[in-house]
């Protein structure tokens, strides 16, 4: 095998064997799962990692259908400033040729063996090549963090998030050259639900955040603390990825909670959270000891 150049005349090209980087002929969103003694490594590094785990497997295969090499996007791209959390995120990938979802599934098999033990891959499912990319489809994601705080403090700090319209925090700012580093916006306007739940004697926060800031960022802004940096102390894990939901509109195929009648999460799959419960009632009610603010 050789490489072509410019000044080649004599070229037979029933020899050529074309290799196709670009084009994109199925689209794949797939589950896949970070693990916690990673959590610091940043989504660059896992990019990278599963282009060449795609192409040893497709090596291994001897395939013809391999991934559009800049079409791998994770969900939590959207997370703005520092995403030093574990679990749960999604993958986009698109592929070059049509090919069988048997052939998918012979292909992440494969995939599964070229990737780190600790990096899980999961449930996959076709998606429109003309629909929205994965980062436009990112509304919530669902994090857990461990505080070390007493009960009852964090319960009335509860109790004043939701008696409050506005509670300032500082976020990056992502600009230029001469942008900002930093600037004060209202918290609460990227939190759908935030919520306590009691493991033993440890207390961990569950939220449902919106893109841009870490779980830390919220964890300070509900304990009125100016930095986040002491609760990184004990890594965020994140549960799930959910997509935009219209609670103003009945929806037979996405079901509303039975206690709080709030619309069930839907994943980045189209996988329901729960059957019949959305997150903080779930927690309620396997818990049996949840506080929740919003």
């Known amino acids: 095998m050789k490489y072509l150049r410019a000044a080649d005349t004599d070229i037979d090209i029933t020899t050529l064997r074309p290799v196709d980087q670009h084009s994109q002929a199925a689209r794949l969103r797939i589950r896949i799962s970070k693990p916690e003694e990673l959590r610091f490594v940043g989504n660059d590094h896992w990019r990278f990692a599963l282009r060449r785990a795609f192409y040893r497997a497709q090596a291994d295969l001897n395939a013809e259908h391999g991934i559009a090499k800049r079409s791998i996007r994770f969900a939590s791209d959207e997370v703005k400033y520092r995403d030093w959390s574990h679990g749960t995120d999604y993958v986009e990938i698109a592929l070059t040729r049509p090919t069988t979802d048997d052939d998918i599934g012979a292909l992440l098999n494969r995939v599964r ?8 891959i999961g449930e996959w499912k076709r998606h429109p090549l003309t629909a929205v990319g994965i980062r436009s489809d990112v509304h919530t994601i669902f994090y857990e963090v ?46 759908d639900q935030l919520w306590l739940i009691r493991r033993g004697h440890r207390l961990h926060l569950r ?39 219209d609670d103003r509109q009945q929806d037979f195929l996405h079901p509303s909670c039975e206690h709080c009648q709030r619309r069930i999460p839907v994943n980045i799959l189209d ?16 818990t049996a000891h949840a506080v929740t603010a919003g």
Not at 113 to 120: I, P
Not at 161 to 170: A, G, H, I, L, S
Not at 271 to 286: A, F, I, K, N
């Open 207 to 245: 939220m449902l955040v919106r893109p841009r800031p870490n779980p830390y960022n919220i964890v300070a802004a509900l304990l009125g603390k100016p930095s986040w940096f002491p609760y990184a102390k004990h890594p965020a894990r994140r549960l799930d990825i959910f997509v935009p939901v």
């Open 113 to 120: 063996h070229h990737t780190d033990e600790r990096f899980g």
């Open 146 to 191: 461990e505080i070390d705080e007493d009960h009852d403090h964090v319960a009335n700090r509860l109790h004043w998030w939701n008696t409050q319209k506005t509670v300032d925090t500082r976020l990056a700012v992502q600009g230029g050259y001469f942008a900002p580093n930093s600037e004060t916006v209202n918290a609460k306007d990227y939190v």
């Open 271 to 286: 996988v329901p959270h729960h059957p019949r419960l959305c997150p903080p009632c779930q927690d309620t009610q396997e």
